[in-house]
């Protein structure tokens, strides 16, 4: 029975991980590294995630630079990120490929809060299936008489709290990149 719950939590905790991986991944007008992680390359016939291929900075606020480790990936690397969805154009300078980040229209603003709330929906989504997985889990053990009427109450009340305490986080969140893409 703790097990369920146990199991449950860090379900939870991955939906939330993999959330705030997502957001990272959105662009808010300023240069953050994260912007990057899910650009993959094709090198030497193998998608590889751009971060393994070379360092990723941000020296100013709207700038990112890509320093590859092998001189020879900087021609795919600028392709993989000229074909991701990013809208950013690369600029090859030699060792170095430089992103400069236009600044955000209102309209692109707006898109991109639509996007973050898709995003936050299906973490919910994904929260409560767990919630229901692990009341599942519960009924089943009830039947096979393992636990009591009582116990399988108060387990499914302790599984909704801490649906709420994730669901707050989400929202907390969700909140705080708003805030971010909508600021100018």
């Given at each position: 029975?703790?097990?369920?719950?146990?199991?449950?939590?860090?379900?939870?905790?991955?939906?939330?991980?993999?959330?705030?991986?997502?957001?990272?991944?959105?662009?808010?007008?300023?240069?953050?590294?994260?912007?990057?992680?899910?650009?993959?390359?094709?090198?030497?016939?193998?998608?590889?995630?751009?971060?393994?291929?070379?360092?990723?900075?941000?020296?100013?606020?709207?700038?990112?630079?890509?320093?590859?480790?092998?001189?020879?990936?900087?021609?795919?690397?600028?392709?993989?990120?000229?074909?991701s969805?990013?809208?950013?154009?690369?600029?090859?300078?030699?060792?170095?490929?430089?992103?400069l980040?236009?600044e955000?229209?209102?309209?692109?603003r707006?898109?991109?809060?639509?996007?973050?709330?898709?995003?936050?929906?299906?973490?919910?989504?994904?929260?409560r299936?767990?919630?229901?997985?692990?009341?599942?889990?519960?009924k089943k053990?009830?039947?096979?008489?393992?636990?009591?009427?009582?116990?399988?109450?108060?387990q499914?009340?302790?599984?909704?709290?801490?649906?709420?305490?994730?669901?707050?986080?989400?929202?907390?969140?969700?909140?705080?990149k708003?805030?971010?893409?909508l600021?100018?």
């Open positions: 029975m703790e097990d369920v719950l146990r199991e449950s939590e860090g379900r939870m905790q991955k939906a939330i991980e993999a959330l705030k991986k997502n957001f990272s991944a959105v662009r808010t007008g300023r240069a953050h590294p994260a912007l990057l992680d899910h650009v993959q390359v094709e090198y030497y016939g193998t998608k590889t995630p751009l971060k393994q291929l070379g360092q990723v900075s941000a020296p100013e606020p709207r700038m990112l630079v890509v320093t590859p480790y092998d001189k020879n990936a900087s021609q795919a690397i600028e392709k993989a990120i000229l074909a969805d990013l809208g950013i154009n690369p600029k090859n300078e030699g060792g170095l490929i430089r992103l980040l236009p955000l229209s209102e309209e692109r707006r898109d991109l809060t639509k996007i973050i709330k898709k995003e936050a929906e299906e973490a919910k989504i994904s929260l299936n767990v919630r229901r997985e692990a009341i599942e889990a519960l053990q009830k039947a096979e008489k393992k636990i009591t009427e009582d116990i399988e109450k108060m499914d009340k302790k599984v909704q709290e801490l649906i709420d305490k994730e669901s707050a986080e989400i929202d907390k969140l969700l909140a705080g708003e805030k971010e893409i600021e100018v």
